[in-house]
């Protein structure tokens, strides 16, 4: 069956600007994470939902990140005033609960 | 807080040269131990899953095992193919909640 997609693949975009990045799960799937992963590192966590709510945010690094997931199954990424420090690998999974995670190719993020 | 820690970072192998790489964690609770493989510009790929110690997982060339402080991830005979970067990730108690906790990765290069 159909894999964990991701769109964009890659999105450049100016310091200061708002991007969205879309997540969707595989399906039959109610957990779903994010993660964002620097070059050269692994994968590090930022939020996780379970069906429509964010069951733990505290990855979030600060209130210009931003995540929904409205009919618990499509998920947004919103990132505002976007700085130089956020240019990384957006990746995003999902599990049926408890389950084992699996990832999709990822958003490439550029903030010039 | 859970920590995670791979060894190598990089590690060249010729094809037919078997060996290991380590994963060293620091986690009280642990629910499980995740070996991933990431191939430059995609997502992480799941190979195993490790519950406790004393457990072993093989696939082709890869075989897993877990202590009560490490994993290894042997590989017998490597082949070009199976060049890539390794994860490995914790999940921890459940007060830590649905995270993963990943590893720096080991990048794996096998030459002909």
């Known amino acids: 069956g159909a894999g964990v997609s991701q769109t964009p693949s890659n999105k450049v975009t100016e310091k200061g600007k708002y991007v969205e990045l879309r997540c969707d799960p595989i399906?039959?799937?109610?957990?779903l994470y994010w993660y964002r992963q620097s070059l050269g590192q692994g994968p590090e966590f930022l939020i996780y939902?379970?069906?429509?709510?964010?069951?733990?945010d505290s990855g979030l690094p600060n209130d210009r990140f931003f995540a929904v997931r409205p009919e618990g199954s499509v998920s947004t990424l919103k990132i505002q005033r976007t700085e130089r420090g956020d240019s990384a690998v957006y990746l995003c999974?999902?599990?049926?609960?408890?389950?084992?995670?699996?990832f999709g190719p990822g958003t490439r993020l550029l903030v010039l | 807080e859970d920590q995670v820690t791979q060894s190598p970072e990089a590690l060249r192998l010729q094809e037919g040269e078997s060996s290991s790489l380590n994963c060293s964690y620091t986690?009280?609770?642990?629910?499980?131990l995740f070996w991933y493989r990431q191939d430059p510009g995609k997502g992480p790929e799941f190979l195993f899953t490790?519950?406790?110690a004393g457990e072993e997982k093989e696939k082709e060339r890869l075989k897993a095992t877990l202590t009560k402080k490490e994993s290894f991830l042997h590989i017998t005979a490597p082949k070009p193919e199976d060049s890539a970067t390794y994860l490995c990730?914790?999940?921890?108690?459940?007060?830590?909640?649905?995270?993963?906790?990943f590893g720096e990765g080991t990048q794996l290069t096998v030459n002909p």
């Open positions: 490790l519950y406790s």
């Open positions: 999974a999902s599990s049926r609960p408890g389950g084992t995670q699996y």
């Open positions: 939902f379970q069906g429509t709510g964010a069951a733990d």
């Open positions: 399906s039959g799937h109610t957990a």
């Open positions: 986690v009280s609770g642990l629910r499980g």
């Open positions: 990730a914790t999940l921890g108690p459940e007060t830590s909640g649905s995270r993963l906790t």
